[in-house]
């Protein structure tokens, strides 16, 4: 794959002309004329010649035949002067293209060049199928080996393996843990593109970037960037709106869980089907899904060391705490919707974009097993769902220019709980407060009480 | 609430001109849940304040355009996987729009939320009177049960007349 990014790129040195046309046939149009008698096939022999159209059939004026069909490309400023000419002789045509430019864009391969990003010329503002991503880890973990590592997780139903890269700045301090996961759904593709967005960003800039730096010192990022791997190659390959994993029930006739109901979390109570049919199939029991098992095993076995569960989904522009299988609200109620505001405030003043917080039974609907639902029962405290954009105009099939400001503005909100988290736990030794001498003067009087009494 | 009758909201809405984005106009609209009816689509009645954009020359062109092509039009995947609409294909994919939001609305209730997820085909049926005639099957996302179910409907619209729905067909009957 680089070396073919590195192809195309050189091509498109080799022709400068190729990636910077001028728009040259803007509102052209083809006319498709016949001409049934002499006088008319005369009469558009000296059109041609004269004004210099461009003939597309035939190639030449006097091969101009009464009865046969003529097709000329007429420049933009004449098309009227052209049509006023053939309505004065009572020649019949009909326009063929409206507009020659719009056609010749199409047709033209899709700009790489313009959104190129740093990491080994990466595109993060378009979709990658999974053998890209899996390729994208590599290198992330190679070109980052001081930060990076990769994983191994588990495998999917279809015997993939799932990885997950752990992002750790070297140190001799026992460090606490966020994790994050995206595409647990398979359509939902902007979700696996932000998790590439995000440790991009915190890759680029965590040397410069006073919170990046200050939190990475005590904390460490895990990211899962496609959870059901399975699921998201059949969009890409059979059914761009698949939701659940793979795993085949009923002899094969039917296939998928949904991974997100799939969780032990008042699994099979609500908001779920027993029909494999249904996309809200939550499976045979919970985690009867090697997906689910994966995550969940792990994620049992760190459960004392992590202090956040993120989990990106689309769409809907919410950030959800729990609980979806019940409107109890869990005992940190209130740090969940305050934590939640301030990132949801944080996000909608990058672009306006603006997301509703609060649980998922009061604000979507009831579910039970999900993902969210179950970190949180097991004690982690600090739990989200994120539901990215937009909010139904184009539902899962989000355009590639909206990957940008999508994550632009997520990272801002995901940064906001982290600092929160890093802030909460953090805050007695490695605290940068405004003044130093305020710090100084805290410590001394600190000293002082404590030698006092 | 209204006894005997069922739910009514009134609602104050912006309109955004998704063709211009700086354009808003506001409107207002009464929309009555019937009590107990799962059969019949709620009752809407909206007024616009101020002036929805002229749109005539667009109209026309398109219309022509439709009307003179050799072949009736098909296409497929609007948009594409990647979130792509070809240029030329943006007026059937704004007309696949209308045509979802009758059937969402015929099938609406206070418990409902649905989303045109995608257009899975579409084709243009050459007609004797001067409508144009587009057969879609679309995809509408269904927030509650997350299926993703097809439509087809039967759109017909003309520059001046504008659009109607003349059939529609949901999976396992209408």
Known sequence: MWLSLGIIFSLGILIPGKFSLKVQYDRDQVLHIMPETLQQVQHLQLLCSTLMLDLWKPLLPEDIRAGEDLHIRVPAPLVQEVKDSLDQFMISYRVLIPDVQKLVDQSMPRERSSHRQVSGGYVYTEYHPMEEIYQWMTQIQKNNSELVTQHFLGKTFENRTMYYLQISQPSNKPKKIIWMDCGIHAREWISPAFCQWFVKEILQNYKNDSNKSRFLQNLDLYVLPVLNIDGYIYSWEEDRLWRKNRSPYENGTCYGTDLNRNFNSSWGSVGVSFNCSSDVFCGLGPESEPETRAVAQFIKSKKSDILCYLTIHSYGQLILTPYGSTNEPPSNNEELMQVAKEAAAALTGKYGTSYRVGSTASILYSNSGSSRDWAHTIGIPLSYTFELRDTGTHGFVLPPDQIQPTCEETMLAVTTIIDYVDKKYFSNGAVVLTSSSLGLSLCLSIVLTWTVS | ?174
């Not at chain 2, 808003?24 to 009555?32: D, F, G, N, P």
């Not at chain 2, 059969?39 to 909206?46: C, E, G, L």
């Not at chain 2, 939320?113 to 057969?135: N, P, T």
């Not at chain 2, 049960?145 to 619209?157: F, G």
């Open chain 2, 1 to 174: 609430d209204i006894d005997d009758v069922g739910h009514k909201y009134y609602l104050e809405l912006e309109l955004e001109d998704v063709l211009d984005k700086d354009r808003t106009v506001s409107c207002t609209a009464e929309v009555l849940y019937q009590l107990g009816s799962k059969t019949s689509a709620p009752d809407v009645q909206v007024t616009v304040q101020g002036e929805l954009r002229s749109t005539e020359e667009a109209d026309q062109e398109f219309y022509n355009r439709i009307r003179s092509l050799e072949k009736e039009l098909v296409a497929e995947n609007i948009p594409d996987s990647h979130g792509n609409v070809p240029p030329e294909l943006e007026p059937i994919h704004l007309l696949a729009w209308v045509a979802s939001g009758y059937v969402i609305w015929q099938n609406s209730s206070e418990n409902t939320k649905f989303h045109l997820a995608q257009v899975k085909h579409v084709k243009q049926v050459k007609r004797s009177d001067e409508d144009l005639q587009f057969d879609y099957v679309v995809l509408l996302h269904d927030m509650v049960s997350q299926e993703v179910l097809p439509w087809q409907v039967t759109l017909l619209w003309h520059p001046q007349r504008g659009a109607r729905v003349s059939q529609c067909h949901g999976p396992g009957g209408t």
